[in-house]
Structure formats: C-alpha cells, structure tokens
Nanobody, 126 residues
Framework: QVQLVESGGGSVQVGGSLRLSCSASGATYTTYCMAWFRQGPGKEREGVAAIHIGLGSTTYVDSVKGRFTISRDNTKNTLYLQMNSLKPEDSAMYYC???????????????????WGQGTQVTVSS
C-alpha cells in the first residue's frame, strides 16, 4: 500500500503562483508513475500532469503547458506541482495519484492509478 498526502493548496489571485506537494509513504518502490489530477465544481476529473519517476519524463494537459511544472524529489518521496500564472479556471480540488502496470502515459490517459490522495483545494480569484 502507498499513502499519499497533498498540501500547499490555498487561495490566490489571478496571475499568482502556488506549489502543491504530495508526500508518499509506504511501498513507494512499487510505483513508477505519478500524476496530478483536478476536479472543479460541476466538472469531470481531469489529468493535469504526469511524471515517470525513473525516467524523469513528463507530460501535461494542453491548458497548463508552459505554466505548470511537475517534479519529484526521490530523496523525500515527494511529488510537486509548481503552478504559475494561475487563472480562475485552474480553481479545483487537486489530487495526487501513483500507479504501476503498463505505460505511464497509458495509465495517465486512462486515469488508472492504484493510489489516490485526499486532495488539496486551489482557488484562484480575479
């Protein structure tokens, strides 16, 4: 089992920045694909970014490219999401996910992760 705990959410004005953290514990050695998802009010859950822990390769949804950066500190077992130039449409509950079994990108596209955190709220106001 892997436990994921997100932190770093909050309220920020348009154009501001936030850095989300996801602390992983437990059998983290079993997972090589990690990602951030978000779900806004009345919206479906959306994949934001993913990272292959071993390769360091990343992917992003088009709406956040150039503004968000996903990274991982393997020494701390912590996943990050640096969010810059925030927009009101970025407001959502953000979730961390970890998984294994197949291509990391396929896992991300299918949202087929084995472990999920409880989420941290991000609110962007104009």
């Amino acid at each position: 089992q892997v436990q994921l705990v997100e932190s770093g959410g909050g309220s920020v004005q348009v154009g501001g920045s936030l850095r989300l953290s996801c602390s992983a514990s437990g059998a983290t050695y079993t997972t090589y694909c990690m990602a951030w998802f978000r779900q806004g009010p009345g919206k479906e859950r959306e994949g934001v970014a993913a990272i292959h822990i071993g390769l360091g390769s990343t992917t992003y949804v088009d709406s956040v490219k150039g503004r968000f950066t996903i990274s991982r500190d393997n020494t701390k077992n912590t996943l990050y999401l640096q969010m810059n130039s925030l927009k009101p449409e970025d407001s959502a509950m953000y979730y961390c996910a970890a998984g294994f079994g197949g291509s990391c990108w396929e896992i991300f596209l299918r949202s087929d992760f084995n472990y999920w955190g409880q989420g941290t709220q991000v609110t962007v106001s104009s």
